[in-house]
């Protein structure tokens, strides 16, 4: 019944969408947690926390947008590339049910922030596979993601996956000119 919503109710996929997420994080917003600090963070995140580690509140209110930003780009890139409908927003709703299980960490933190890059670097990524030439693309995608690394530093190894999209875009722009001149 409830992947059935997510398949046809249009309207009741949008009030699930603001009212569980919202439901799931009043507890949050009534006692917020402290920020998280570890050894990995880097110098975008050190003055994120330096600027708003005392006041908890605030900084909850804002990993709630930042993660429901990042579940509306994931939607999107869902359904602009034809991997869900372009009526469902089923994925963003499991995105954020998975980012709001834990209430530990439910407030800025550096993965939070460094999540936001790397999704919009996979939108851009993406998209470079429908352009003839998708370099500006994936320059975009390389930058999102050194901003990223200057975040949260384990995430540098998305670099891999960039350099992995060029192989793949190599390939993918080979077999369109085979294809188009098999001459």
Same mark, same amino acid.
């Given at each position: ?53 005392? /006041?908890?509140? %605030? =900084? !909850?209110?804002?990993? *709630? #947008? ?6 509306? &780009? $994931?939607? +999107?890139?869902?359904? /602009?590339?034809? %991997? =869900? !409908?372009?009526?469902? *927003? #089923? ?6 049910? &998975? $980012?709001? +299980? ?5 407030? %800025? ?75």
């Amino acid at each position: 019944m409830f992947v059935k919503t997510f398949k046809k109710n249009y309207h009741l996929q949008l009030l699930l969408l603001i009212i569980v997420p919202l439901l799931l994080w009043i507890p949050i917003f009534t006692n917020p947690p402290k920020m998280i600090s570890s050894d990995f963070d880097m110098p975008i995140y050190q003055t994120i926390y330096n600027l708003l580690s005392l /006041y908890p509140l %605030l =900084s !909850s209110i804002i990993a *709630f #947008f930042l993660i429901y930003f990042q579940a509306i &780009i $994931l939607n +999107s890139i869902f359904s /602009y590339n034809q %991997l =869900s !409908s372009k009526t469902s *927003f #089923f994925p963003a709703f499991i995105y954020l049910l &998975i $980012l709001s +299980s834990d209430k530990n960490i439910m407030t %800025l933190n550096p993965i939070i922030i460094s999540n936001t890059f790397v999704i919009i670097a996979l939108y851009f990524i993406f998209k470079s596979y429908d352009k003839r030439d998708g370099a500006d693309e994936i320059f975009n995608s390389a930058l999102l993601i050194s901003l990223s690394s200057l975040t949260y530093s384990p995430s540098i190894f998305f670099i891999l996956w960039i350099w992995l999209s060029f192989i793949a875009y190599k390939n993918y722009n080979e077999k369109i000119a085979e294809v188009l001149n098999p001459f």
